[in-house]
């Protein structure tokens, strides 16, 4: 029995006229706080509130910065403000005023289980590489 395999599962359908469901889901909330705020609010305040409002919904509906939606923008400029950051620094000697700090080159570390690679090996290994021994090719006709 064959099984049809789901494809482009990562886009949205689009339920609501144009719209995918989260995209009026946000406009809905939106509209519906400017309504509140047209209806209780003088005009001109209404206006100064819910500017910013649409503003910020329709950037939730709409809005994708390198290819992601802007929630998810948002979603990560918050956990990275309101979260613990791990800070790591090497720490050694602080050298003295009557001291000079030496300047050390950094000591690769040698693995024993590994073999060395010598001009020779690598010369003998790349003839091998470039040289491939010709097999006879059959054909059927």
Do not use: H
């Not at 649409?54 to 990560?76: C, D, H, Q, R």
């Amino acid at each position: 029995m064959e099984y049809q395999v789901p494809q482009f599962i990562e886009v949205e359908d689009k339920i609501i006229g144009p719209f995918t469901l989260r995209q009026f889901i946000y406009i809905a909330g939106t509209a519906g706080l400017c309504v509140i705020f047209f209806s209780y609010l003088p005009f001109f305040f209404a206006l100064l509130f819910s500017a910013p409002i649409a503003a910020f919904g329709a950037a939730l509906a709409f809005y994708k910065v390198n290819g992601k939606p802007f929630i998810e923008i948002l979603e990560a400029g918050f956990n990275y403000y309101t979260k613990r950051k791990l800070l790591l620094w090497k720490y050694g000697e602080q050298p003295t005023e009557g001291t000079v700090a030496k300047a050390e080159a950094p000591v690769a570390p040698v693995s024993r289980g590994t073999p060395r690679l010598t001009r020779g090996k690598l010369s003998e290994l790349a003839w091998s590489l470039d040289v491939k021994p010709s097999e006879p090719v059959s054909r059927s006709t």
